[in-house]
Each structure stands twice: as structure tokens, then as C-alpha cells.
């Protein structure tokens, strides 16, 4: 059953990820602008970030990823939700979800993290 139920999500996932409307924010780094969710001062929404040559984390080696990110726009945290891991081929090759969110962290200056908390923070309510 939970074979099942996860390759609904990650058809799901490819069927949404196809029509998303992906804005380009940095020169490797895309929001889609068609998942985006505020709550008063939170704000979610996936991230794509593309890399120029192949990397390697926990023995997983991607080409580029997606993450769920949310954004407390008015304590100047990030957390994660959802990381995707994908081959040269657009193959998803690694999941990773987390349901309520990982830790609250504070938002380092000039990251990617930075980059994705300012622009989600300018949707917040």
C-alpha cells in the first residue's frame, strides 16, 4: 500500500512539476509561481536549483533539485519540507520528505536560502 501511495505522489509530482509556471530568480535558481501559499507572515512554495556540473551529497549524485521551502517573514527563519533529487536524465533519483517541516533556521546572508527567503517574503500578507 505505501508503494502505492507513493507512486501516486510522485506522479503527482511530475504531472504538477510539468505545469508549473517555474520563474527564473537567480542565474541557477527557478520559483514556481503556481504553488505558492501564504499564510499571514509564512509563505511556501517549491524551488528548483539547477547546478553547472554534477554534485554529491549522502552518496547521492544529482544534477539539479527541488525543494519545498516556507519562509517566517517575520523572524527571519527558513525550514524545509520536501527535497527532490534529479539525474542529467530529469530522472527523480532521491526523495525526501519531511511532514512537519524541518527545524526553524535563521537565514543566512548571501545563500541560496537568502535568496529564497526574500523572494518568498515579498508574498506574505
Known amino acids: 500500500m505505501i508503494k502505492i501511495g ?4 510522485v506522479f503527482c509530482f511530475i504531472s504538477s512539476n510539468a505545469l508549473a509556471d ?3 530568480i537567480s542565474s541557477n535558481l527557478y520559483m514556481d509561481n503556481e504553488s505558492l501559499v501564504v499564510r499571514r507572515n509564512f509563505v511556501r512554495n517549491w524551488f528548483k536549483t ?3 556540473d554534477s554534485r554529491t551529497a549522502n552518496g547521492i549524485t544529482f544534477y539539479y533539485q527541488s525543494t519545498l521551502i516556507e519562509a517566517d517573514c517575520n523572524n527571519n527563519k527558513i ?3 520536501s527535497n527532490i533529487f534529479y539525474d542529467k536524465n530529469h530522472n527523480i533519483i532521491h526523495f ?10 535563521y537565514v543566512p546572508p548571501e545563500t541560496v536560502g537568502a535568496t529564497e527567503y526574500n ?4 508574498y506574505r500578507q
Do not use: A, I, N, V
Not at 507513493?6 to 505522489?9: K, P, V
Not at 523572494?119 to 515579498?122: Q, V, Y
Open 6 to 9: 507513493l507512486l501516486f505522489f
Open 22 to 24: 517555474w520563474e527564473q
Open 50 to 52: 539547477y547546478y553547472p
Open 79 to 81: 525550514r524545509g519540507f
Open 96 to 105: 525526501s520528505e519531511f511532514k512537519k517541516g524541518t527545524k526553524w533556521l
Open 119 to 122: 523572494e518568498l517574503c515579498k
